[in-house]
């Protein structure tokens, strides 16, 4: 007697879990593989973004650098990087087409997502971490009107205007397609 039918597995339908039949858990974790998937760039590389933001921070923490305010300038390769990566897979995902104001939506709302959640991450750190933030005070030059929630928006718009600037500036640079004429 065949019970197969009765073991529960998982499936992917657009980004999320179904239960299924008949299959094995092993072959639909293959399906789940991130970097073939086309409708999730901008959400892979923000995350991809985030956690390398992440990283940089407790190691830039962990050398007594974190309040050194001026090193937030390294933040912006790790957004290029990113970006571009994003751009790059857009690309592969999409027969090797490019389209500008596509690569322009891609790239925006990939920083966008990449720094919006740094900074989320940013302000439940400064509210867990009150030292910290003292020394973010002591050092900024408007630090005596500074709390948790302006540190993290600070960080968000710093972040957002940072990507949007790279993906103007990458789109520039990198080969993207022509248009066509108007028929």
Do not use: C
Request: aromatic share 14%; hydrophobic share 50%.
């Amino acid at each position: 007697r065949n019970t197969d039918h009765l073991i529960p597995t998982f499936t992917t339908r657009h980004g999320f879990f179904a239960i299924s039949s008949q299959r094995s858990v092993a072959m639909n974790l293959r399906k789940l593989d991130l970097w073939n998937r086309a409708d999730m760039i901008p959400q892979i590389y923000g995350t991809l973004i985030t956690l390398a933001l992440i990283v940089f921070f407790f190691i830039m923490y962990a050398a007594g650098l974190v309040a050194v305010l001026e090193l937030r300038v390294l933040n912006f390769f790790i957004m290029l990087a990113g970006v571009y990566l994003a751009m790059r897979q857009y690309r592969r995902t999409h027969a090797g087409h490019l389209h500008y104001f596509r690569g322009m939506a891609v790239g925006a709302s990939t920083a966008a997502i990449g720094a919006f959640a740094f900074a989320f991450f940013t302000l439940l750190y400064l509210k867990i971490d009150p030292n910290l933030m003292a020394r973010i005070i002591e050092r900024a030059p408007m630090g005596r009107y500074m709390n948790e929630y302006i540190a993290s928006f600070a960080i968000a718009l710093e972040g957002l205007f940072s990507g949007l600037t790279i993906t103007y500036l990458l789109l520039n640079v990198v080969e993207t397609d022509k248009a066509t004429e108007p028929t």
